[in-house]
């Protein structure tokens, strides 16, 4: 039979042992481990992750960490992307090594839902299905966001494919994003009236797709930066018929009005 004496005993090594697992700040330096958490924020090459103990970790990006995006439902398939897609308010899983008090991370993955639903309130974007009214209003709500510069793609009826000028606008919309500290790019995409519902949102949601693909490929624009582009069907201006002005991509260049400010 334990003693009282001993059953104290055995209490106090079960806890002490429960506090170094919950503690991998304790870590000798050089010791790997793994935090899963919420990025609460990015100040630089440090970010701040809140584990799921509620505790704030310090972890140190280098441009050696791996930093990836989940994509597919089985999420078994990966897309490299670049630091510029660390933000606060996503949830990711880090690879990382103790070096004093914080961590360095060797890699970074997080969920491609997750990506856009971080993007979305880091823009002021709440998702919505409440119709037309509302898809329309989404482009200019963006909480603490600014458009400083738009640009619309026209298109043939029917076509996806981009124009000269078109191109030509998507590259000096590029251009301005050099000196920017911080930036988002908001894409979507729009359609004239003719033709019927579901075949018009496929449409649209195929130009932004378009558009989405030029900025990331030969715009030079950081896939992190670009919003998933939004297919929203017939454009509100539309009228009736064929509106070639309603073929469109509307993409507007957002900043943070803090970041704006302290420039």
Do not use: C, W
Not at 139 to 165: K, P, R
């Amino acid at each position: 039979m334990i003693s009282m004496k001993g059953l104290k005993q055995l209490a106090l090594s079960s806890a002490l042992m429960g506090l170094l697992v919950a503690l991998p700040a304790l870590a000798a330096d050089g010791d790997p481990s793994t935090i899963k958490g919420l990025i609460t924020a990015v100040n630089g090459d440090m970010i701040t992750v809140k584990d799921s103990n509620n505790v704030e970790r310090k972890i140190h990006v280098s441009p050696d960490t791996k930093i990836k995006k989940k994509k597919g439902l089985a999420a078994v398939r990966y897309e490299t992307v670049e630091k510029g897609a660390l933000m606060a308010g996503l949830p990711i899983v880090a690879d990382v090594v103790a070096q004093g008090d914080g961590f360095n991370a060797t890699a970074i993955s997080f969920g491609s839902e997750d990506f856009r639903t971080a993007q979305q309130v880091q823009a002021g974007v709440a998702p919505t299905h409440a119709g037309m009214e509302a898809n329309a209003a989404r482009m200019n709500d963006f909480g603490t966001y600014e458009a400083l510069a738009t640009a619309e793609v026209h298109f043939a009826s029917g076509s996806t494919a981009i124009s000269s000028q078109g191109k030509s606008d998507l590259m000096a919309l590029a251009a301005k994003t050099k000196e920017l500290k911080d930036y988002r790019m908001v894409v979507q995409g729009f359609t004239d009236s003719t033709g019927d519902a579901a075949a018009n949102q496929v449409l649209s949601t195929k130009r932004a797709a378009a558009v989405t693909n030029f900025l990331q490929q030969k715009a030079g624009v950081s896939p992190g930066r670009v919003q998933a582009g939004d297919g929203m069907g017939v454009a509100s201006d539309a009228g009736t018929g064929s509106n070639a002005s309603a073929r469109k991509v509307v993409v507007k260049l957002v900043v943070d009005k803090g970041v704006n400010a302290g420039k």
